[in-house]
């Protein structure tokens, strides 16, 4: 059974800090790619960012550069999400998911995605 499971989310006040975690049941996603979403109230799921276990490689939404740093444990399977200066539109429920590789896909539609976690509420006070 394949699982990613999330953790680290709570309420902070703006401008605060949270660091969220996505551990990953297999070693063999270190051939996947992953990835951060959102979901608001009311809205639709939006990409946060994405990173590559084998190249390193990272690019997020620009509402969150800067502020946002994805990094991995590869000795824990797990890979995190680091968030700084956050402010009240940043609240949602946030999900760590896995994509297989493929040449066609950008990995930043929540569609090219096949596995997810279940989410946690980060909650950003004004």
């Known amino acids: 059974q394949v699982q990613l499971i999330e953790s680290g989310g709570g309420l902070v006040q703006a401008g605060g800090s949270l660091r969220l975690s996505c551990v990953a049941s297999?070693?063999?996603?270190?051939?996947?790619?992953m990835g951060w979403f959102r979901q608001a109230p009311g809205k639709e799921r939006e990409f946060v960012g994405t990173?590559?276990?084998?190249?390193?490689?990272?690019y997020y939404t620009d509402s969150v550069k800067g502020r946002f740093t994805i990094s991995r444990d590869s000795a824990e399977n797990t890979v995190y999400l680091q968030m700084n200066s956050l402010k009240p539109e940043d609240t949602a429920v946030y999900s760590c998911?896995?994509?297989?590789?493929?040449?066609?896909?950008?990995?930043?539609?929540?569609?090219?995605?096949?596995?997810w976690g279940q989410g946690t509420q980060v909650t950003v006070s004004s």
């Open positions: 297999r070693r063999s996603f270190r051939s996947y790619r």
């Open positions: 990173f590559s276990w084998s190249g390193g490689i990272t």
């Open positions: 998911a896995a994509a297989r590789l493929s040449g066609g896909k950008t990995y930043i539609s929540a569609s090219e995605y096949e596995y």
